[in-house]
């Protein structure tokens, strides 16, 4: 332990025998004990101004923070944050991942910080329940996996939400999406079109399922149904959030995402919004889609369209035991427009292909591709160059469009 890292648990543990930090303390009365530490000692250790700020930082988030957790989760230009062990910690930035030289004092340091972070949203992780999904109270995603299941410690996997929502203009401007298309999607969702966004793992799924959430009627009752709460919805005043409940430590009082579809739907939604589809629940939000909830919206993980509905044909009949031609014609009926997400190789992330649902033919669920992103090539420093292109064949299902009065600011419906 160098120098300052000795002098950093020295003044921690003395502000612990000091205060009771197990009492209701004001974070000025821990900061001005650590000021009074800091300044005695740093005379005996000639520290700089400069190194005090930093030292006074860094104790005060050890004591009432997350340690130096809480300077990354501050650090808006870090996406994404992944610690290996207490001793081997990686961050995103731009696309990029790099390696950090701070890390925790030790393991049990890591594993309080841990329950710390589940405690905030009631749930338990621990060696019987090695692995849970949580979040920050900012609605950054957490995933934590605990020994015997991590054979390196603890791991914990944050990934970073914007403390402002992405908007669908910031889209535009850094080309994830065209303008072209941004309004098409815009009257799609205001005529109530059921949509579902696919892609793979950081692909920008859940940012963009919260951008489109911004084009539905503020007039609107909207219950959005999660795993863990993560969207980020303002413009809706008659809202209604709903989170799901682990089962406690001896395996009871569970609320799973498929028990709250249920009761959303005697909640009288115009909408609901279901973060993403994992399990049998694919079947009551396809359910609540062919039962009028017209304008509802959710996410996958897939790599194509097409994967997304064989996917989705798969996590139905995880729910219920029936012919297959069923499902599809389940899964046809309910969803109007598919949209798939993917992050390229320059770590840009886009919007690939916008697909209409249009029926069943011999079986089969058929397509009709309206937009598709053409790559043009890189530039002299590796980025993709392209656009979200429209295809030339139309949206067929316009009934929707029509009975919103919307189909007229359409290109090509008039």
């Known amino acids: 332990m160098g120098d300052r890292e000795l002098l950093k648990q020295t003044i921690i543990e003395e502000v612990r025998s000091r205060i009771d930090l197990t009492k209701d303390i004001e974070d000025e009365e821990i900061l001005d004990t650590i000021d009074e530490l800091l300044l005695q000692k740093g005379k005996e250790n000639f520290l700089s101004l400069r190194e005090k700020k930093n030292l006074r930082k860094d104790i005060f988030n050890s004591i009432r923070r997350l340690d130096i957790l809480q300077e990354l989760i501050e650090d808006n230009e870090i996406t994404e944050i992944m610690i290996n062990g207490y001793n081997n910690i990686f961050i995103e930035k731009a696309g990029k991942v790099y390696p950090i030289e701070k890390h925790f004092d030790s393991e049990k340091r890591l594993e309080d910080i841990i329950q710390q972070i589940v405690a905030k949203t ?25 020994p015997p299941v991590s054979l390196m410690g603890p791991v914990i996997t944050i990934r970073k939400f914007p403390h402002k929502p992405i908007t669908m203009e910031q889209l535009i401007q850094i080309g994830s999406i065209t303008r072209e298309a941004a309004d098409f999607l815009k009257n799609l969702v205001q005529a109530g079109y059921n949509i579902f966004i696919s892609g793979g793992t950081g692909s920008g799924k859940t940012t963009f399922l919260n951008v489109l959430s911004n084009y539905i009627p503020s007039d609107e009752r ?103 031609t069923a499902v599809r014609q389940q899964v046809a009926s309910a969803i109007d427009i598919l949209i798939h997400l993917g992050r390229l190789r320059d770590k840009s992330r886009k919007v690939l292909e916008i697909t209409e649902v249009r029926n069943i ?54």
Not at 122 to 135: F, G, L, M, S, Y
Not at 295 to 306: F, K, M, P, R
Not at 389 to 409: Q, Y
């Open 122 to 146: 009631n749930r338990i992780v621990n060696e019987a329940n090695p692995i849970v999904d949580t979040r920050l109270m900012d609605g950054s995603r957490v995933n934590i996996v605990l």
């Open 222 to 324: 909207v219950i959005t149904i999660e795993d863990s709460a993560e969207l980020q919805i303002k413009n809706i005043p008659n809202l209604v959030s709903l989170e799901v409940r682990n089962a406690n430590v001896e395996g009871k009082n569970e609320v799973s995402i498929r028990q709250l579809i249920k009761a959303s739907l005697r909640m009288r939604p115009n909408r609901i919004i279901l973060g993403e589809v994992r399990d049998g629940a694919a079947l009551d939000l396809l359910q609540a889609m062919n039962s009028g909830h017209d304008g509802s919206l959710s996410t996958g993980h897939a790599n194509s369209t097409g994967d997304m509905l064989k996917r989705l044909e798969t996590l139905v009949l995880m729910g219920a035991n029936i012919p297959l």
């Open 361 to 414: 033919e011999e079986g089969e669920i058929q397509l009709n591709r309206l937009y598709s992103f053409k790559e043009t090539g890189e530039d002299g420093k590796g980025k993709v160059l392209g656009a979200l292109k429209a295809t030339g064949d139309l949206l067929e299902h316009r009934d929707k469009l029509i009975a919103a009065g919307l189909m007229k600011r359409e290109a090509g419906f008039d």
